[in-house]
């Protein structure tokens, strides 16, 4: 068996033994475990807020936005399991994004805010060292694929040296075989001054070749793309794993006209916003159909849910169309309180899993350890993987064991933003920032109770905390320290060993990186 063995910057592909001490290693099902191993779709959402669906579910209370129709989101939902506490690995795309991947505490590997597109000096990145789903998966015979927006890194995609750097950080180097990606949004691009979601001009195939301005919409892009490597796939006797990285609902937004043409709200922004968003749910639709025609649906196993909670309205020039909403949660994107950080979560695989709705706390990094279930494979504990499985659960609602509280960290200082409108209609304003910010924040989820961390300075163990019972109080209006003092004690002392333990990994990761200058 060929193993892909990962340290530093390099990558080494070799025929090896498998020892105790290996990164990982595989299970050999017994007879009675053998099964054709299931095809695995993961669709990524760009800043869809825990309010921005309808799925039409009724006597559920979250998830039932009356503004947006998201018809095929809502079918997919009455055959999934539907996590009303799904939250993402961080408040902002890229650390969530190699959260999902690596199955870490993305401030482990150093990524702890977007990547600027702008600078293409590639000073952080997801180092090659750092083991992906793709990667696992591919190992055990999976064909890889992902459409749509990776970034991961840095680096100046339109030199063609970049792509094979000893970073290790593009998608070809990350496992993945197959299909067009974007650094960031395709429609924040190098090819055009000013774009949106329409005409899309910064894609690349996983060559690093770029495919230049490419007419339509970026949501169909994508599908249709995707579409097409499905159609080539499902003749083959191989299981696939496809990841569909979409750049909706992140500004610039842009919709055909009979998707606008939907709604009426007296405010064209808010229409194309929620336009978008179906949109989005169109695409999502064509694919289920897709699966359903070649008959793969059955052996298809399908999660969805979005990176960070939704753009605050206006806090920058782009951001005018950005009426997403955390409804009915605290915060939006660039803060961890639970809007922007809790998502909307559905996993389906149909005749395998009942559907059912999920109020026990997930994170995205424990896809990785989850996916490696349901492929077979087996982690090896250097790995160090934060997340853990739901598969049992998913499969026979056996309970989910978690030794660790969640855990989430963001060191960058962002301003309370003003609250206006109510319901479904309540959102953060961003061109009237609060005068008082959020200091970096370090915070803990364990059963019902979050522990809120700030520190005075970046990358410093906090000096002060806050605790709240976010079932009761998901606002977050009553700090229960004082009256809840052992609970208070114990959850103070497990942030602060976390946070040693992770930071000691940030800073290792973060000298690695500096390595690559040297």
């Known amino acids: 068996m060929n193993i892909k063995y990962k340290y530093g910057f390099l990558i080494i592909i070799g025929i090896i033994v498998i020892a105790e001490t290996g990164f990982y290693s595989f299970k050999i099902p017994s007879n009675h475990e053998v099964t054709p191993s299931p095809n695995i779709i993961y669709i990524l959402a760009d800043d869809l807020g825990y309010g921005d669906v309808n799925f039409g579910i009724q006597g559920l209370n979250e ?14 939902a009455h055959q999934s399991v539907i996590f009303t506490q799904q939250y993402a690995s961080s408040p902002v795309c890229s650390p969530s994004r190699a959260g999902l991947l690596t199955g870490k505490i993305p401030n482990r590997v150093n990524i702890d805010l977007f990547i600027s597109d702008k600078k293409d000096n590639d000073r952080i990145f997801l180092s090659g060292k750092e083991v992906t789903i793709a990667e696992l998966v591919k190992e055990e015979g999976y064909s890889t694929a992902i459409f749509g927006k990776w970034h991961l890194n840095g680096a100046d995609w339109n030199d063609p040296n970049a792509w094979t750097g000893r970073t290790g950080s593009f998608p070809k180097q990350q496992g993945f075989d197959y299909g067009m990606v974007t650094k960031e949004n395709p429609h924040l691009t190098t090819a055009l001054e000013k774009n949106s979601q329409k005409n899309p001009g910064d894609f690349f195939d996983l060559d690093g070749h770029p495919l230049g301005v490419i007419e339509g919409y970026s949501s169909k892009i994508i599908t249709d793309n995707a579409l097409q490597w499905l159609s080539k796939t499902k003749e083959k006797s191989d299981p696939f794993f496809l990841f569909l990285s979409y750049d909706a609902v992140h500004e610039f937004i842009s919709n055909p006209d009979e998707y606008n043409n939907m709604y009426k709200s ?13 949109y989005l749910d169109h695409q999502i639709g064509r694919l289920m159909k897709a699966l359903d025609a070649m008959e793969l649906r059955e052996n298809t196993i399908i999660f969805f849910s979005s990176d960070n909670g939704p753009e605050v309205w206006r806090t920058n020039s782009e ?20 809007g922007g950080i809790k998502v909307p979560g559905l996993v389906s695989w149909k005749d395998k899993i009942s559907p059912r709705i999920c109020d026990i706390p997930i994170v995205n990094y424990d896809v990785l350890p989850t996916i490696c279930d349901i492929a077979n494979v087996n982690l090896n504990s250097e790995l160090k993987i934060d997340g853990v499985s739901m598969y049992h ?46 200091p970096p924040q370090v915070v803990i989820r364990q059963n019902n109770y979050v522990l809120h961390g700030y520190s005075d300075k970046l990358y410093s163990k906090p000096n002060s905390y806050k605790l709240y019972d976010i079932e009761k109080d ?27 333990d992770v930071n000691i990994d940030r800073v290792k990761s973060a000298q690695e990186m500096k390595m690559r200058f040297n």
């Open 63 to 76: 998830f039932n936005n009356p503004y947006i129709k998201t018809p095929n989101l809502a079918q997919l």
């Open 266 to 278: 007296g405010d064209p922004d808010k229409d194309q916003y929620y336009a978008n968003v179906t």
């Open 319 to 338: 951001s005018g169309r950005s009426f997403g909403t955390s409804y009915p949660l605290h915060g939006q994107k660039r803060q961890l309180f639970e």
């Open 393 to 438: 659960y998913l499969l026979n609602s056996a309970p989910i064991e978690r030794e660790k509280p969640l855990y989430w960290q963001f060191e960058k200082r962002r301003q309370n933003w003003e609250l206006k409108g109510e319901g479904y209609n309540q959102r953060y304003v961003g061109n009237k920032p609060l005068k008082e910010g959020i």
């Open 474 to 500: 998901p606002l977050m209006t009553k700090d229960l320290s004082t009256y809840k003092p052992s609970l208070f004690k114990e959850l103070v002392s497990k942030l602060e060993d976390m946070y040693e």
